[in-house]
């Protein structure tokens, strides 16, 4: 990806016309050029070091050059961006090591730990809370395990309907060697064209088909791992009373464990049949309620989202296009994939539903356009950053009769951090029979200082979550960004558990330091 950017720089482009005259009414437009010819820090390890790195994974895969230490900078979180684009590239890795396989892996985990060099584990650079920016101190270098070399698909057991795959492929290359098989994961997260299979597992993520497909934590069924003081070979049946999982102390890990290898996975058979519907609500209330009904029946779609009524205003171009009315209401997405005949049955069930909760039916164009603009919102986060709009997300869950709370709640703490004309969006982005998922984002004009701005306004939300009893993470994990609400949310005994495993599993501290361990 771009290292200032999100994404493929082919796909880069200026702030719509479209948008320019809402955007400069409601924040004005400022030209805030990133600062272009910066490069990293010199190579703090010696030649010896490396020369012990290439003959473990071969010369050609340990690179020192600027440009792909710069590609392996931070992720693409707004404060991750700011900095890129101010030229401050501090945390840029001495060396990117590329090693292929397990072997190979656990020979360089080995290296790390006798010579005391932090490891931060690299797969797809799409991560949004810090957790690719190690801490360097007491360290004698840093490297960037990037497993770009690890793109197989080990294992297909279609009678089981699992599959083993490497930790190094995209998104879209996963589902294009399943659907040579006639499968599918159905994971698709707004980072899939760039996220890797690693990261899901590493960071439990989310895509919008969860309601349908399950979160990515749920479709694995098991792992291999290499840490610095062993491997990790876990999963030997579908369930079983064994003791806790350990399969869950690496999911959600962040690297801060040990390395994912490898990952075996429930897929299903690839849909004959995708389809969307829109869904109009008077109120935010009225459609969380009636997504709850959905949940606790058992009558979910593949895909359920619901924008509150600050984000379905601004996201419609025409507000008379939703509704007939000024008032645009709350909008919903449906979406059902399978065979002809489920598609149908599951699609003609929730319709039931919704329309005798009242709901009112909008056809099939809104969702095309939501499925169409998908994967598009960082790159216009990009513009706007370009003409001085500060523009970020986060997202947090709870249970539905908390539901209303948090999400009022949030939402004064940002607009009371960011101040008067900020913008403060949130949608419905995953849905239980017990609770939801809440996903804001949020648009300001940028102030001077536009990273402390945002850290002012995350920090008060982060409050406002924890003080309403919610989770400071659905599905974004934690990183740097989230850890001292993380120690609060699981408590002191909680801190001392994750603190005792790293011991365990890393007792030198080279793998990701000062990610995830509170």
Not at 15 to 31: K, N, Q
Not at 77 to 96: E, K, M
Not at 168 to 195: C, I, K, M, N, V
Not at 269 to 287: E, I, K, L, M, N
């Amino acid at each position: 990806m771009h290292p200032q950017r999100w994404g493929d720089p082919a796909a880069a482009s200026d702030l719509p016309e479209s948008a320019r005259g809402l955007v400069e009414l409601a924040f004005g437009l400022r030209d805030r050029p990133a600062v272009t010819g910066a490069t990293p820090p010199a190579v703090a390890l010696d030649d010896a070091l490396l020369e012990g790195l290439r003959a473990l994974v071969g010369a050609e895969h340990v690179l020192v050059d600027d440009e792909t230490r710069t590609l392996r900078t931070r992720g693409k979180s707004t404060p991750d961006l700011l900095r890129a684009r101010s030229g401050d590239l501090s945390d840029a890795p001495d060396a990117v090591v590329r090693p292929d396989g397990h072997v190979e892996v656990v020979a360089v985990l080995a290296w790390a730990a006798e010579h005391r060099v932090a490891v931060v584990p690299f797969g797809g650079g799409t991560c949004v809370t810090g957790g690719l920016a190690a801490r360097r101190d007491g360290f004698a270098g840093l490297v960037s395990l990037d497993l770009v070399r690890m793109k197989r698909l080990l294992a297909v057991d279609d009678v089981s309907m699992s599959v083993t795959l490497q930790p190094g492929l995209r998104g879209p290359e996963a589902e294009a060697l399943l659907a040579g098989h006639g499968l599918t994961l159905g994971h698709y997260p707004q980072s899939f064209d760039h996220a890797s299979i690693g990261g899901f597992a590493a960071t439990r993520s989310s895509g919008q088909s969860s309601a349908g497909y399950g979160r990515f934590d749920a479709m694995v069924v098991g792992l291999t791992a290499a840490t610095p003081t062993g491997s990790l070979d876990l999963g030997s049946s579908p369930a079983n009373a064994a003791g806790p999982d350990l399969r869950q102390l690496l999911l959600g890990s962040e690297g801060a464990f040990g390395v994912i290898t490898s990952v075996t996975v429930r897929v299903r058979r690839a849909p004959a049949v995708t389809t969307y519907d829109g869904w109009r609500w008077p109120s935010f209330d009225a459609g969380s309620d009636a997504m709850r009904t959905l949940a606790q029946a058992g009558l979910l779609p593949t895909v359920i989202r619901l924008s509150d009524e600050t984000e379905t205003a601004i996201n419609l171009a025409d507000p008379t296009s939703i509704g007939g009315t000024d008032d645009p209401g709350c909008l919903m997405i449906t979406g059902y994939e399978g065979t002809a005949e489920q598609v149908d049955a599951r699609r003609e069930a929730v319709s039931a539903v919704l329309t005798g909760l009242g709901g009112t039916a909008l056809g099939e164009e809104p969702g095309r356009k939501w499925v169409q603009g998908r994967f598009d919102a960082p790159y216009l986060r990009d513009s706007l950053l370009d003409h001085g709009v500060l523009v970020e997300t986060l997202e947090t869950a709870t249970f539905w009769s908390n539901r209303a709370r948090l999400h009022d709640d949030v939402k004064e703490a940002l607009q009371a951090a960011l101040g008067e004309g900020s913008l403060v969006l949130c949608h419905v982005s995953h849905v239980y029979e017990t609770g939801c998922s809440l996903y804001f984002t949020v648009a300001a004009s940028q102030a001077d200082d536009p990273l402390a701005q945002w850290q002012t306004a995350k920090a008060a939300a982060s409050d406002a979550i924890i003080a309403a009893g919610a989770t400071i993470t659905h599905h974004h994990a934690i990183g740097t960004d989230h850890k001292p609400w993380f120690a609060q949310e699981i408590g002191e005994v909680g801190v001392r558990v994750l603190r005792a495993v790293k011991a365990e599993l890393d007792p030198v501290g080279i793998l990701n330091p000062g990610v995830l361990i509170p």
